[in-house]
């Protein structure tokens, strides 16, 4: 079976300093699910990716604007999904995504 994740996403978290769009790239290499994230201000690497049916969790730090550590949950439905993202104590953001097609 296909995993459901992999491939190129469009996101848009609404965050408490604005909307972000970000560009969500997952592969598999060695037989494990890594990727990048990529903002308006830099791309980061993702860590702890795992799957589990139509779930999607990881964690990355950012830099900028402002340093923090993300940890993501969203759930994967064909090509879009849905969840949040959480930035230390700052209320959780929500997220939603759509497969990109041209990747």
Do not use: C, Y
Request: charge should be neutral.
């Amino acid at each position: 079976m296909t995993n459901p994740a992999l491939g190129s996403w469009s996101l848009t978290i609404k965050t408490p300093i604005g909307t972000q769009e970000v560009a969500l790239h997952l592969w598999e290499q060695d037989g494990t699910l890594v990727g990048t994230a990529a903002g308006a201000h830099e791309t980061v690497p993702l860590r702890n990716v795992v799957v589990d049916g139509d779930q999607l969790t990881w964690s990355q730090l950012i830099t900028k604007p402002m340093r923090f550590n993300l940890d993501f949950h969203v759930t994967i439905g064909g090509d879009a999904l849905t969840g949040t993202s959480k930035a230390g104590r700052l209320p959780r953001s929500k997220v939603t995504g759509v497969r990109r097609q041209d990747a």
